[in-house]
């Protein structure tokens, strides 16, 4: 019966690759169900370092059946890399689904993402420029193509043959970028759809027998809460539900279903791409955590704007998606640096309020209200109990979980699957 979402909490990059690794030991299925290859996430094992964008990771586990949802959009030629990248490292692909109802990122969404790009000069969004948000419009106005229909050639045809003449004239006249191919799109099309064949399927049977069977199924979240296309801090978002709504409409499954929503959060607060980050750290404190956590994007590699826990945000997003467990990450990092800092509130026109406001110019505005807290003298990487931690280490970390006002259920102290502090048993 049960399912198990996993969230991420901020703006992305918190660490839920490594969680979803983990916890997928326990797993039947493990199902991503929004974004695209604009996430990536690492995992390191005792087999080496796995990269990935949008295979869900638990397919390094061998009894778990990984699932690309509906509610993913897929760039066929970035699947395919992903594919044969993992099977160089021995990893089976034969548990992989796609299902036949995720979108399609076209070569002319990738074109599209850099032209809009471009074209709001100063107000860019600073996207990953992998097509994501041009492919949900499409998907939003009924002229997407789903991967489904490179099943379907005949069809196929005479769709893109309708969507090309729109695109290429928004590309040409608009943007006066260089129109697409049909002949070169539809016979790349029948070659996405010749290679991936064997994955393409209807994902919702495969979930709901698995439901019915009371198989435990893992809702691998991409990107963060804070960049939900509703709830995050708009328009500086992506295009997809990243919250738990989003789960349930991007895999077809009741939110009955649904026994934990478990949300990641790093101990410090990380972002790519613009729009306001309170707790920001444009000096020497953001560098240095920048470079020991080598916060730099895993799909573009730009660097990751750094700054302390920002727990308005962190309350926000566990509150919206009803968390009923958080695991914190990369505690590890903050070893060395003294004092630390959590913001607990922010000051808004003179006034303290701690509610995360709905605009972007009012979270521009917001100046954070910290405390603070020494920082502890041994350090905490690799610890595997929490008698391990320091006592300024607990402090902290307990502080934390007061805040978000829900229970810890793990620390992560280094990347490797044992450098984990369990607090709460999950599975
Ligand atoms: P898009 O998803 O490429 O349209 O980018 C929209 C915003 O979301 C940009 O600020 C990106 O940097 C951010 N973003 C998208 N995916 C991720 C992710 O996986 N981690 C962190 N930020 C992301």
């Not at 021995?90 to 993402?113: E, F, G």
């Not at 074209?119 to 969004?125: F, K, P, Q, S, V």
């Not at 809702?219 to 709504?245: C, F, K, N, R, W």
């Not at 630390?340 to 509610?355: E, F, H, M, Q, S």
């Amino acid at each position: 019966m049960p399912a198990y979402a996993i969230i991420g909490g901020q703006w992305g990059d918190e660490g839920k690759g490594k969680v979803v690794d983990f916890l997928s030991e326990g797993a039947h299925i493990v199902a991503r169900f929004s974004g695209g290859n604009n996430a990536g996430h690492t995992v390191v094992t005792d087999r080496g370092e796995f990269k990935f964008h949008l295979i869900p990771s638990g397919v390094l586990w061998p009894h778990v059946t990984g699932i690309i949802g509906n509610g993913v959009v897929v760039d066929p030629d970035a699947l395919l890399e992903e594919i044969s990248g993992l099977q160089a490292q021995s990893v089976d692909m034969s548990r992989l689904l796609v299902s036949d109802r995720a979108h399609v990122i076209m070569p002319y969404h990738v074109a599209l993402d850099h032209l809009e790009e471009q074209a709001r000069g100063e107000g860019a969004i600073g996207t990953t420029g992998k097509g994501i948000g041009p492919a949900y419009m499409d998907k939003a106005a009924r002229v997407g193509i789903r991967m489904g229909d490179l099943l379907d050639e005949k069809g196929l045809l005479s769709s893109l043959g309708f969507i090309l003449e729109q695109k290429n004239t928004l590309i040409t006249r608009l943007y006066g970028g260089a129109p697409f191919s049909l002949e070169e799109l539809y016979e790349r099309c029948r070659e996405w759809g010749r290679s991936l064949e064997s994955f393409i399927r209807p994902a919702g049977p495969v979930l709901q027998e698995a439901l019915a069977k009371k198989q435990r199924l893992l809702l691998e979240g991409a990107q963060g809460s804070m960049l939900d296309l509703d709830h995050g801090t708009y328009p500086y978002v992506t295009s997809s539900s990243s919250t738990i709504g989003g789960a349930c409409t991007g895999l077809g499954i009741s939110p009955k279903h649904i026994q934990e929503v478990i949300g990641i959060y790093k101990a410090y607060t990380t972002r790519v791409g613009s729009g306001a980050l309170p707790t920001e750290l444009k000096d020497e404190i953001g560098e240095a955590i920048r470079e020991r956590a080598w916060e730099y994007g895993t799909t573009t590699g730009r660097p990751r704007r750094c700054g302390w826990f920002d727990a308005v945000a962190a309350r926000y997003s566990a509150t919206l998606n009803g968390m009923t467990s958080a695991v914190l990450t990369r505690l590890d990092v903050l070893d060395g640096f003294s004092p630390l800092k959590i913001c607990v509130a922010y000051r808004l026109n003179g006034k303290v309020t701690d509610c995360f406001p709905g605009s972007a110019s009012a979270l521009e505005a917001c100046e954070p209200v910290y405390e603070e807290f020494p920082g502890w003298d041994r350090p905490t990487a690799g610890a595997r109990h929490i008698s391990e931690l320091p006592q300024g280490a607990v402090n902290f970390v307990r502080r934390i979980e007061e805040l978000l006002g829900c229970p810890l259920s793990m620390v992560s102290t280094g990347p490797d699957r044992e450098e984990t502090i369990i607090l709460k048993p999950i599975l």
